[in-house]
């Protein structure tokens, strides 16, 4: 058995599963990450009914998810870096679609968060009626 290590946790796989993990998990389908790692999706798919194996796979999703996430934080802090440069141009038309860009992104963030906040009420709403039966 092996330790898989870069994805944190120390639950055991075998060798074969280890090596396939990281295939399975950079994958857009479990046939395809079957492929990469040189595995026939039959077996990738006997190994997925294993609720070990199973959690090493959510396990490396959720830290590969986080990984990802961390570098989008850094590059939204590079993007609104440029926008802001690009805002204060001397060049006019650069100046007004960077403040078109900044606009926009304003409004979708806007909407965005109203969207978050009647998602938080209704799940309120939803959990004070399931209380109340």
Partial sequence: MVSIG???NSRSLTPRQAGALPHIVAAPSLRKGARAAGLSYT????W???PRFRAEVERARQ???????AR???LLLLGAANLEEFL???DTPTRLRATRIAFDIA???ELNN?????LDNLNKAFKLIKETR
Avoid: P, W, Y
Wanted: glycine fraction near 4%; charged fraction near 30%; charge should be positive.
């Fill in 72 to 74: 989008l934080q850094e």
């Fill in 63 to 69: 830290a590969l998810s986080s990984v990802v996430h």
């Fill in 43 to 46: 077996t990738v798919a006997r």
């Fill in 6 to 8: 870069t994805f944190g």
């Fill in 48 to 50: 997925m009914q294993d």
């Fill in 88 to 90: 204060n141009s001397d």
């Fill in 114 to 118: 109203d969207l978050r906040k009647r």
């Fill in 107 to 109: 409004l979708k963030a």
